[in-house]
């Protein structure tokens, strides 16, 4: 990836989203001296000093404190944490009751998470276009206009919350998950009362993916081309090459399908994958060791999470996942808005897997956690909403967290992001001039990856975002705010 | 009633006593809460914390210090002590590091507990921020002086039913803090995970290691029955 060169005299344009938490973030457009788009680059500043925070706490602490870290992902934080703590107490595998007890609350989370995407962010821009006025934009006229599609907006989400809170005992931050395994079980009056309700979540997702796909065969070539470059992908997947959302090993293919590794245990991350920090952002930027800088980033989240898996173990998401691929001729999906339909097909998966598992006895087990031999070093790997997640702790012989380091998915998008807003910058940015079509069409390609500096913007269903122009000598020349 | 037995009138309820016994533990025995956090049916009274302060034959008292005698008339629920509770356990939520919605003691703790019922959301006072240290030393059991409420329930139950003393205070005012004997680490002490002293603590200082988190929320202690509505003070270990 190329470095903005200093000697030429580029002129900047800042597009700075606004944000009320941690999670802030920033578009600069650079121009060269013929005022074209030389790059763009995607600023989060990311709050690092939840790694200092948990130094000294005990590591039992650790599943809960991290839900802390994100108003979105609590869920996947918490996990994540505990499946490495689960290292450190000394277990590689927890109980049947509790791994399947994780697996439908991560599966509640995904498909709440993925709704609350695919509904109140993404459907506006797919349903009336991405060049409609911005007061049409947004959820509220999807209910009026389209009163079936809010339906399943408020119901899926509703459900995939009633799982988490039926298996962590609270919608948004549930603390069941413990090193080694859960401190319940499902009850049977949970289970069946998410039983009842199951097949009526499926079959809305599958009308919401019906939906979606018309959208997409009626705009083609827009959304074949929007935003688009080839990248690697990595997602975690089953030793067997089969989806596994929750657990397994990491897989990286590059933008024809090669294997570039494979079968990596989440432990021996740091073989393979290599964070690098830049002078100009608080945020690493992680890419594939053996590739190096310029060539290794790679694409995290739904696309990459349907690119890398051999297959899907659940019958309807398996079916769509072939169609789906069939646009690739045997390559990966490479555009931007192909994340929006994988989106759906995970939806469509975790939606088969809460079925699946509602039947399974295993979730009334009494056997909830197993004990070890404590060790220094635990690393875990999920795949959350956005993708691929990667917690790794140091602990010492008091039962003390030393050190911490996590990869989240939007680190890992962050070239990715780069280089949607710079394609979209390349091809909307008419001179220096900050139009509305700019506008919503960077909030277009960056909602794409849903990063998380969204947090704010999630409740309110849309990005505000504060533009200025500058010029070579770093002036204002111009600044938009867009609410 | 035996002959030693007598009546007092507590909140205008009358109340069986026996010679010797406290205000508070008569209360108790006659199912009356009165609100309490430094006193502790094993250990020898305090009366450190001022939350069980009452109105006593018309003067402020100690309900966990005071004997009770035959006649005497308690005021215990009223605004204006329920106030002064208030205040008493502001001050307590800022001058320590508390952080419910992370702590392993959350639903079990007693400062929490009386917070609910005292209807204190979140504290009026200015948090201090203080530095607090913590002692991970012991093998089994974990010290964070961050939540702390300096109750002396860990000193008394360590020297007046382990016999070991191994806690004390030093320091004073808003720079107290619990002190281990020695002045070195936990680990360093006759401390054991089974001693009263690992099992009294009210809040989520003195807890035992790599248990927490294992009972669901909703099944905790408070969650079942808010404090005061069975007497017997929570004892970690069999939070049942
Ligand atoms: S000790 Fe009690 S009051 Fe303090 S943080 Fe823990 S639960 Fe809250
Ligand atoms: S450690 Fe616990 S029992 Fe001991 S003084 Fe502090 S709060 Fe009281
Ligand atoms: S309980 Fe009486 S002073 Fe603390
Ligand atoms: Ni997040």
New binding site residues.
Partial sequence: MSEASVESKTRKIVIDPVTRVEGHGKVTIHLDDSGQVQQARFHVVEFRGFERFIQGRPYWEVPVIVQRLCGICPVSHHLAAAKAMDKIAGVDAVSPTADKLRRLMHYGQLLQSNALHIFHLASPDLLFGFGAPVEQRNIVSVLEHFPEIGKWAIFIRRFGQEVIKATGGKKIHPTSAVPGGVNQNLSIADRDALRKDIGQILSWCLLALDRLKRVVAEREAEHKEFAYFESNFLSLVRADGVMDLYDGLLRAIDADGNVIFDGVEPSSYQEQIIEEARPWSFMKFPHIRSLGRERGWYRVGPLAQINCAASVDTPIAEAERRLFMKMGEGAPIQSTLSYHYARLICLIHSAEKIQQLLFDDDLQGADLVVTGHRRGVGVSCIEAPRGTLIHHYEVDENDQVTRANLIVSTTSNNEALNRAVSSVARKYLPGNEITDGLLNHIEVAIRAYDPCLSCATHALGRMPLIVSVEDAAGRLVQQRIKQ | MSDQDFLITVDGMKVRAKRGQTI?SACDAAGVY??????HPDLK?????????CYIDGRRA????MPAAPGMVVVSNNEELNNDRRVVLDMLFVEGNHFCPTCEKSGDCELQALAYRLGITAPSLTYQWPKREIDASHPDVFIDRNTCVL?SRCIRASRDVDGKSIFGFSGRGLGMRLNIDSETKLSDTSFAAIDKAAKVCPVGCIVIKRTGYRTPIGRRHFDKAPIGTDIEACEVGDPE
């Fill in positions: 508070i009165i609100p309490r956090l430094c006193h009274p305090a009366g450190h914390c001022r939350l069980c302060s100690s309900a966990c210090t109750c």
